[in-house]
T-cell receptor, first 113, second 113 residues
Framework: GENVEQHPSTLSVQEGDSAVIKCTYS??????FPWYKQELGKRPQLIID?????GEKKDQRIAVTLNKTAKHFSLHITETQPEDSAVYFC????????????FGRGTSLIVHP | NAGVTQTPKFQVLKTGQSMTLQCAQD?????MYWYRQDPGMGLRLIYY???????DKGEVPNGYNVSRLNKREFSLRLESAAPSQTSVYFC????????????FGSGTRLTVV
């Protein structure tokens, strides 16, 4: 089955800096990669996703990049703000198999004012 | 349009007690899922239902049972609660097995003493 590794587990940045969270996956059949943001005490919510036929996708201050050859994808947040503080989860979905998302263990992002 | 509704939000059980966590979605999604979230472990799949009438085990099914009552509802039952089942439980749904449009419920915080 799929295995997703996520790094770092904790990331602390100053307001205005950029933050990068990286995930690697093991199954080359995975073809859909969503990212979720979970604020303290709340449910995970989808913030951006990318399909395997696309190398990069942007939505305002967030972007996701995908390297299929190396089997890794990354979340980039620019001009971080305190409200970006949350736990971020990546996931990989094996399109040709179970279709069940496999989640990374999460990254706790702390943005200091 | 409520999305995914979970009940209860909080529950304390004594070891050996049983209970059922309820989940309902109003988005006409075919697939529904139950996850547990523990510190540092991310989201681990307990059971899922790819479509009405089917259920399958996930990564950590031991100690749990599920029922896909109809297309809207997917319940999780703990027959004999154990302290190791203390966790936050999330229900989720998606339109299809591919995981797109994954929507989480607000979670149930369960403590087993």
């Amino acid at each position: 089955g799929e295995n997703v590794e996520q790094h770092p587990s904790t990331l602390s940045v100053q307001e205005g800096d950029s933050a990068v969270i990286k995930c690697t996956y093991s199954d080359s059949a995975s073809n859909y990669f969503p990212w979720y943001k979970q604020e303290l005490g709340k449910r995970p919510q989808l913030i951006i996703d990318i399909r395997s036929n696309v190398g990069e996708k942007k939505d305002q201050r967030i972007a996701v990049t995908l390297n299929k050859t190396a089997k890794h994808f990354s979340l980039h947040i620019t001009e971080t703000q305190p409200e970006d503080s949350a736990v971020y989860f990546c996931a990989a979905i094996e399109g040709g198999g179970s279709y069940i998302p496999t989640f990374g263990r999460g990254t706790s992002l702390i943005v200091h004012p | 349009n409520a999305g995914v509704t979970q009940t209860p939000k909080f529950q304390v059980l004594k070891t050996g007690q049983s209970m059922t966590l309820q989940c309902a979605q109003d988005m006409n999604h075919n697939s529904m899922y139950w996850y547990r979230q523990d510190p540092g472990m991310g989201l681990r799949l307990i059971y899922y239902s790819a479509s009405e009438g089917t259920t399958d085990k996930g990564e950590v099914p031991n100690g749990y049972n599920v029922s896909r009552l109809n297309k809207r509802e997917f319940s999780l039952r703990l027959e004999s609660a154990a302290p190791s089942q203390t966790s936050v439980y999330f229900c989720a749904s998606s339109e299809n097995r591919g995981g797109e449009g994954y929507t989480f419920g607000s979670g149930t915080r369960l403590t087993v003493v």
